[in-house]
């Protein structure tokens, strides 16, 4: 069983900057596909907030966080980050990792966003 483990999540003020990790305990799996982050704020659904491709050349960001937010990819430490700046409180939400090719999610980690 391949297990995404996200962290990096907590409490940040508007404008600041938190990094998340999401790790794979399968080197293999992971580093064969793509990789997304979500997100999904209290009452709303979940949405597509970053992807990277399998070699980590191509990435792309939902319009609310181009520009802010970073995807990356460490396939020999079988990780993907997103370093998220310019915090906004609309941030707000339970960020999870999913690796489509092998249907598998984080728990997620949560972050909030105060003023």
């Not at 399998?54 to 970073?70: D, L, M, P």
Request: with cysteine.
């Amino acid at each position: 069983q391949v297990r995404l483990v996200e962290s990096g999540g907590g409490l940040a003020q508007t404008g600041g900057s938190l990094k998340l990790s999401c790790k794979s305990s399968s080197s293999f799996t992971f580093s064969r596909g793509s990789v997304e982050w979500y997100r999904q704020a209290p009452g709303k659904e979940r949405e597509l907030v970053a992807s990277i491709s399998e070699s980590g050349y191509t990435t792309s960001y939902a319009n609310s966080v181009k520009g802010r937010f970073t995807i990356s990819r460490d396939n020999v430490k079988s990780t993907v980050y997103l370093e998220m700046n310019n915090l906004h409180i609309e941030d707000t939400a339970v960020y999870y990792c999913n690796h489509p090719a092998s249907g598998y999610w984080g728990q997620g980690t949560q972050v909030t966003v105060s003023s």
